[in-house]
């Protein structure tokens, strides 16, 4: 059974950093491109960062390309997003997203076979 666990969110002030983590359990995580998303209350849920099943292809929203990174780390089955100079347009519910087995790093949301249970980011102003 697929699970996706996320950590790292929290309440931080604008300008600050964070780590979200997303621990992969049962499946094949080095052969699926990987990807985080977020919803804002009111919004729907929108691509923010893709990362293919080949560790060199990431893609990332113009919203926050240059601020935020997607990694992964294939060994401890777990996806990484940094995330530096915060805003408060930022504050989501980040989710955790799995792709398509030996895909790109773009991914669709109707495409995502599987999703975590989401970790709430907050950005104080």
């Known amino acids: 059974q697929v699970q996706l666990v996320e950590s790292g969110g929290g309440l931080v002030q604008a300008g600050d950093s964070l780590k979200l983590s997303c621990a992969a359990i049962?499946?094949?995580?080095?052969?699926?491109?990987m990807a985080w998303f977020r919803q804002a209350p009111g919004k729907e849920r929108d691509f923010v960062a893709g990362i293919g099943w080949i560790a060199e292809q990431t893609t990332y929203s113009d919203s926050v390309k240059g601020r935020f990174t997607i990694s992964r780390d294939n060994a401890k089955n777990t996806l990484y997003l940094q995330m530096n100079a915060l805003k408060p347009d930022d504050t989501a519910v980040y989710y955790c997203?799995?792709?398509?087995?030996?895909?790109?790093?773009?991914?669709?949301?109707?495409?995502?076979?599987?999703w975590g249970q989401g970790t709430q980011v907050t950005i104080s102003s």
């Open positions: 997203a799995q792709g398509i087995k030996y895909g790109l790093a773009s991914l669709l949301s109707e495409d995502v076979a599987a």
């Open positions: 049962g499946f094949s995580f080095y052969s699926y491109s």
